[in-house]
């Protein structure tokens, strides 16, 4: 190998690439055109803006709310995002929380140890992924049909299995329970390190830092991601050139079921009760999330960080409302608008310019 | 002995008869040209070869031995090369990860076996180089011209020392002076002992690197010729019917 073969070959081309516009995109470049990165800005104007016109918004107590409520949509917007770039979608993630919240629920108040309930619930919400990605990946069912399916399957299975009760005798190991879902770290004492200024994080936020860092690690190093990128940009391409499709996919849905299952569980443990709507609508908070992020809902495009970030913007704009006064109920429709503004921004990067969506209006 | 013989294939598609009784043979190293009208059978022959169907009759020999392909691996695995017309690429992903796609080159230890990128870089690289093409690895495919997908396909299978490889219309998007770069890759293929197999409408670029001329027409084989014996016009002759056989 000669590393200088290649660089030479480039710049004797330069002048090429220059006249037709064809530029290899620098680290700077991909930045800029990353809307991921634009979110974070966005994020932090809206912030510093909110910290200073509103005083209990910047309080440590506020960034630890904050950051568990929107930990729990970003933990699930990382398995939509890993089927967003496959092209396809999982509508289903929201009735599968509910579906494993039931189902530890259930084994918690008849006593089993907590981690057989957590299995149990886990093992529930695979199984559903498994059932989605099957339909799609191996019969070819549309996955908008199959997981509206399941969105209905998983949650009247919920209702049926909790006898429309709320669950929340949780037996012996009902403490081992809130404790997963209610720690906090570093944690606030007299004897502790950590000065007040500094968020008492939750565990729905670090088990999503977890994730996303591994999710994000897989994303750059990993052939297993390449090849998801490749089934959303050309999914006969990926089949043709001897990429796993279907396998691929499988794995896609049941990755996102497994999420929204570990949200699930924590949710469990920080509420300390089970109740058979827990994640009604969390669908399109999550997608919503996820768009705005910068995961294309025509397939190829997404990121970690991405989801993570996305769905921090939302949180943060939805704690801002409130702040604000606004009556909760418009909650809605802000984050439809925003799901559309996403969308809409989303358009540049999937090849078509906002000014070219605007003149198709006209013609 | 030959690299590929194709004898006595036929291939239905339910009460449609796509192909019946076609032999020929391909020698390690020659260029053969494939050609037919729309409808001849073309595109059926080489998903034949490549695997994606079995046929119905007849047998397909690589090297002498019998091979029964279910799935396009199959062909792979025995040195067989598709070029697909459509080019067969991700747009969302650049040069390299094209031409490395379900082949990635890995470093490390499992469970962290991870991509070994500047070595799938640095390869692509040398392969565009010898195709004089000048795509750069990190592009992006999206923004490329028909030339630039072209030198990507074909350098997947340079990647895998194939034995034949199979061109569909590689000269139909493309501009004059790409149309020149890729006839004479597959002159360099030829002087490296590959064999192509070259679908094309153009006869020009068909009388320029073939050895041979296989016609099809309505799925029968109605000529197998060396190029030195024909001409374009019987060949037109022969691919609209106005000659029977030859």
Redesign the interface.
Known sequence: MQPSQPEAIQESHASIADVVGIMEQTALQKLRSSQAFWVSVALFVLVAFMAVLEPSFGTAENATNITRNFALIAIMGLGMTVVLITGGIDLSVGSVMGLVAIVAGLLLTWHYPWYVAFASGLLAGVACGAFNGFFVAYIGMPSFVVTLGMLSIARSLAVVLSGNQMLYQFGPDAPIVKAIGQAKWPVHSLEGWAPYWIPQFSSHFWVMVIMALALGWVFIFTAWARHLFAIGGNENAARMTGVPVDRIKFQAYVFSSFCASIASLLLLGYSGSAINAVGTGYELRVIAGTVIGGANLMGGYGTAFGAVIGSAFLEVIRNALLMAGIDSNWQGAFVGIFIILAVLLGLGTSGKSLKSFFTIKRD | MSLLEVQGVGKSFGAIRALSDVSFSIEPGEVAGLMGDNGAGKSTMVKLISGNFPPTEGQIRVGGKACHFHK??DA?AEGIE?V?Q????????TAA??VF????L?KGIWPF???DKQAMI?RS??L??ELKS?T?????V????GGQRQAIAIS?TRLSNARLVIMDEPTAAISVRQVAEVLELIRRMKARGVAVILISHRMPDVFAVCDRIVVLRRGTKVADKPTLQTSPEEITGLITGAIRAA
């Not at chain 2, 459509?86 to 992903?93: K, P, Q, S, T």
């Not at chain 2, 796609?101 to 990635?104: K, Q, S, Y």
């Not at chain 2, 750069?136 to 992006?140: H, I, M, S, T, V």
């Open positions: 396009p691996l792979r598709v697909y459509d080019l067969a690429l991700a747009d969302n992903l990860q094209n796609l379900g082949r990635e890995k076996r991870i991509l640095d690289a040398e565009f180089s000048e750069r690895p990190r592009d992006l999206k923004k490329m011209s997947r």
